[in-house]
């Protein structure tokens, strides 16, 4: 069953923060974080993994709480660029074949 | 680095027809991937491969085939297409089980 984010879509100001959710029914292994603009391919974000470690870029922030089997992508002082539509994948196991969730549109203004 | 592309970027097929779709990476990646992204949704993992010679069915395969002969290519064939599969197909690529995954440009499949 593929993890269920929250919002759907969200609409900021330039400089405001927003958080965008993911659950899952399944304990995870990990986490990835993926962004889409409109008609372009994925562009990675980060990795969370089960015990703690993260890879990914340094101006994200993320956090992955495991006994809850959520995770959280914050968006701080956002900018125009960061408008597109988050994904977040999960995995159950260290193989990594991914489930995604249907994805968070957010809309940033100036 | 070209990293992952794919061919064609768009196609329209009729019910019943077959084409296969090219993606190829140049990044020495031993994972590929292929997706399908239907509107407004997520990715549906189709295929994936562990290096030359080893595929595997991913969440949705059914309607397609995979081979993968060399560590550059991954065609995605559709055999005989039908309006389901109309959406547009990624292909990604990651250097190692769980790492970051590299993603085409994608191909926009319409079947009519």
């Known amino acids: 069953q593929q993890p269920v984010q929250s919002p759907q879509a969200v609409i900021l100001r330039e400089g405001e923060d927003a958080v965008i959710n993911c659950s899952s029914s399944?304990?995870?292994?990990?986490v990835h974080w993926y962004r889409q603009k409109h008609g372009e391919a994925p562009v990675f974000l980060m990795i969370?993994?089960?015990?703690?470690e993260q890879k990914g870029h340094e101006k994200i922030s993320a956090s992955f709480n495991e006994k809850k089997q959520q995770s959280s992508l914050y968006l701080t002082a956002s900018q125009l660029s960061y408008s597109g539509t988050y994904f977040c994948g999960t995995a159950t196991d260290s193989w990594g074949k991914l489930q995604f969730g249907a994805g968070t549109q957010v809309v940033v203004t100036p | 680095n070209a990293g992952v592309t794919q061919t064609p970027k768009f196609r329209i097929l009729k019910i019943g027809q077959s084409m296969t779709l090219q993606c190829t990476q140049d990044m020495n990646h031993n994972y590929m991937y292929w997706y399908r992204q239907d509107p407004g949704m997520g990715l549906k993992l189709i295929y994936y491969?562990?290096?030359?010679?080893?595929?595997d069915k991913g969440e949705v395969p059914n309607g397609y085939n995979v081979s993968r002969s060399t560590t550059e290519d991954f065609p995605l064939r559709l055999e005989l297409a039908a309006p389901s599969q109309t959406s547009v197909y990624f292909c990604?690529?990651?250097?190692?089980?769980?790492?970051?995954?590299?993603f085409g440009p994608g191909t926009r499949l319409t079947v009519t």
């Open positions: 399944k304990a995870l292994y990990s």
């Open positions: 491969s562990v290096g030359a010679g080893i595929t």
């Open positions: 990604a690529s990651s250097w190692n089980r769980g790492n970051e995954q590299y």
């Open positions: 969370l993994l089960k015990g703690g």
